[in-house]
């Protein structure tokens, strides 16, 4: 299918930043959220790519919109909503968590940050958590508060992105562990900041709260940046496939557990708390998942987008199948993820890949992230 | 803004007449529903709105998920979700109704179709409907299944649809009640067939179950849609600002309530049954509503696109906002829908109107749907 226009209106929600990044020329939106999400700058993707692993790049991540959970029952509605164990979670840290339904099919992987023992912020993928939420609280009824609260994160990613944080908020930022978050001082205003991103090259995510504070936010990393070849940017495709970064809606949907996407480490299987789908979760659990995210590097010249799954096969059998692709300059060939049954996820497996086009490719299933060609 | 292209993955869905309508020329896309909704097909929009006028026209409409509830308690479910009482509603019947939250904030206005007495459909608009039905049927441990079935909703819409749907499914759609729906032989396969859809010119909305059968019945309405000049479409903008037909996300959010948004027919508010936002909607109900969605005809020549509200004032004090304007080619005026506040939403009120170039507009207040310019 090629690529026709967006049409926008109220419905796909502008961020602060979107009139900013459309300044700056964006070529290409996806929707996430019902909110709009900058995909391109009249660069190609593997331009970004390389600019993203060197430099450091301002991102647009309005979409990921925060549930907020508040009150005294916030704690036992979270845990409730995710097998990962959050009894020790500590106010100041995020916690990466899939969430999962009553047969564990994956509902989101937010991150969750612990603003208070009382109150937590979910920085959601594409999926109306919201919803969940306010049905679970209304159903069970507890006393917590299901709200959307007015914050726009934005991102800068790359590995000069400490740089560019110390020239706004000095360097208390350099020691922020990985996966903390700290509250700064924005012209006089708080501002969470945290040690996160989609991408594996380093940086933070940003929750300026209000849509003034947020655009004033991004034009001053903007004006930063100019001295560290700032350039605006999005979740580069190739970095997130090499980097083995899982997707919502692509990589994982209702029909996938969290143990066929490779997230076994974050979910609590002793028995020792309860959560939504425990039962389901712990019966896979038992004999392992049947299949599972690997990825896969593959021949040929560079394939086409990914817009429906691929099938995966050894000799002539089909044993998964391609959920996102794209060629990579690093390793000179094509790379992807993809769900492999049980028996063919090894690396090195040998695997025959059909891309859209109809054409079989020669693969070989790799660790993730990947890190040889 | 411009409209700069969208990029498709697997999170975007296709629909199974999603190649179709690219090999048709499809223009133009939306999301609704993590879903791909075609808007437009290289003619105008003012193109489009005659033929729709006069023809009739295919629309992929496969973005109009159903949520199935189906069990013991399907309806307890149903009639928790809607203040539209459900109380009569018979087997064959769709029934426009109003969701709302605890706060009688609007959540969508799905048509629901009763399958039976313990099976209901809800033909929803952009949100996790799903995940709201889900939370609220695990929170009170109700004995109901909440799914997504493999259906795929295509319309046909314009004054030949009833002559389009002989052809296929003989003279007996003829006699078929507005708002109603039968179950119908396509191939030796039952399709539900409902009188709806999204334009005032008459039509049928159809609900096919799985891949291949949508697509041949897609293939079998167009071949036979040859005589009946039939095109491509989808729903316009003219046509629906002119019928009033609101939209989930534009005109309402979980900011406006029902009574705001003219649906109070759809609201039972003797006290006679229970619903979620019950209380908070009695209480709305017994002052009435501070605003009201209302029409606005405005001077000046053609409108941009209203991607944000545009402000609404009289005498320099602002009583309202638009959330979807167009030209009218009908009326030679520009044509709106808007919220006004009490006191200026009455037929023929002055106002002046700000579109997003800044530039001040004259314009009055229609009832809607609007019937004279």
Same mark, same amino acid.
């Given at each position: ?5 967006? !049409?926008?209106?109220?419905? !796909? ?32 993707v593997a331009?970004?790519y390389w600019?993203?692993k060197? +430099? ?155 849509? !003034? ?23 580069n495709l190739i970095e997130r496939v090499e980097g ?51 990825g896969v590097i593959f021949?040929?010249?560079a394939c086409?987008?990914?817009? +429906? ?7 002539? !059998? ?6 996102t692709a794209i060629w990579s300059p690093r390793f000179e060939r094509n790379v992807a ?29 790799t660790?993730?992230p990947m890190?040889s060609g």
């Amino acid at each position: 299918m090629s690529e026709p226009r967006l !049409q926008v209106s109220r419905r !796909q929600r502008a961020t602060p930043y979107t009139a900013r990044v459309d300044a700056l020329g964006v070529s290409g939106f996806s929707i996430v959220n019902h909110t709009i999400l900058p995909k391109g700058f009249q660069k190609s993707v593997a331009e970004d790519y390389w600019h993203l692993k060197t +430099h450091v790049q301002l991102w647009d991540v309005g979409c990921q919109r925060q549930v907020e959970l508040r009150g005294a029952d916030a704690a036992v509605l979270l845990q409730m909503m995710t097998p990962r164990d959050l009894r020790r979670a500590r106010v100041g840290q995020c916690l990466y968590a899939p969430l999962i339904d009553a047969n564990a099919g994956m509902l989101n992987d937010p991150i969750i940050l612990k603003l208070a023992d009382d109150r937590y912020w979910l920085s959601i993928a594409d999926a109306d958590i919201l919803l969940w939420a306010m049905g679970l609280a209304q159903g069970l009824g507890l006393d917590v508060e299901v709200t959307e609260p007015d914050v726009w994160p934005l991102a800068i990613q790359g590995p000069k992105a400490d740089e560019l944080a110390a020239c706004l908020f000095g360097d208390e930022l350099r020691s922020l562990p990985f996966f903390d978050f700290k509250v700064c001082d924005f012209n006089g205003v708080s501002v969470i900041i945290a040690r996160t991103g989609f991408s594996k090259q380093g940086g933070f995510e940003m929750y300026p709260q209000g849509f !003034q504070l947020a655009r004033s936010l991004w034009d001053a990393l903007w004006e930063a940046g100019a001295d560290f070849e700032i350039s605006p940017g999005n979740p580069n495709l190739i970095e997130r496939v090499e980097g083995g970064l899982l997707s919502y809606g692509n990589e994982m949907t209702r029909a996938e557990n969290p143990l066929e996407c490779g997230l076994e480490r974050y979910c609590q299987l002793d028995g020792s708390i309860d959560y939504i789908g425990r039962d389901a979760l712990l019966r896979i659990a038992e004999t392992g998942p049947e299949r599972l995210i690997r990825g896969v590097i593959f021949d040929g010249d560079a394939c086409p987008a990914c817009q +429906h799954p691929w099938p995966i096969s050894v000799d002539g !059998q089909q044993v998964g199948y391609v959920t996102t692709a794209i060629w990579s300059p690093r390793f000179e060939r094509n790379v992807a993820l993809a769900m492999l049954d049980r028996g063919y996820w090894e690396a090195d497996t040998e695997v025959t890949v059909v891309s859209s086009e109809g054409r079989e490719r020669r693969g070989i299933i790799t660790d993730l992230p990947m890190t040889s060609g």
